[in-house]
């Protein structure tokens, strides 16, 4: 293993990519079950302080997101992976 590394600014343009694109033609893969569904079949819920999106399957939690006065946050802790379509370009 070699340790030669960069620190995380080298990940700013290949995220800002996977972050810029529309999330619902996206598939989402359930930590718990492995079910994969389109993200538009989750099962969202919503008027807590965010959003929460629970798989349609098991009903594990894939993801929450909430906005405060500190910032955005996305957990995705639930969701094994996250697919969308292929790089363009």
Do not use: K
Not at 10 to 39: H, M, Y
Not at 44 to 69: F, H, I, K, N, S
């Amino acid at each position: 293993m070699t340790h030669n590394h960069e620190d995380g600014n080298a990940l700013a343009g290949p995220l800002l990519d996977v972050f810029a694109f529309e999330v619902s033609t996206a598939t989402a893969r359930c930590a718990g079950c492995t079910r994969t569904e389109p993200i538009v079949a989750l099962h969202v819920y919503q008027g807590g302080p965010g959003v929460v999106a629970r798989c349609p399957g098991c009903g594990d939690v894939l993801l929450r997101y909430a906005e405060t006065p500190h910032g955005r946050w996305l957990d995705l802790r639930g969701t094994a992976v996250l697919h969308f379509g292929a790089a363009t370009g």
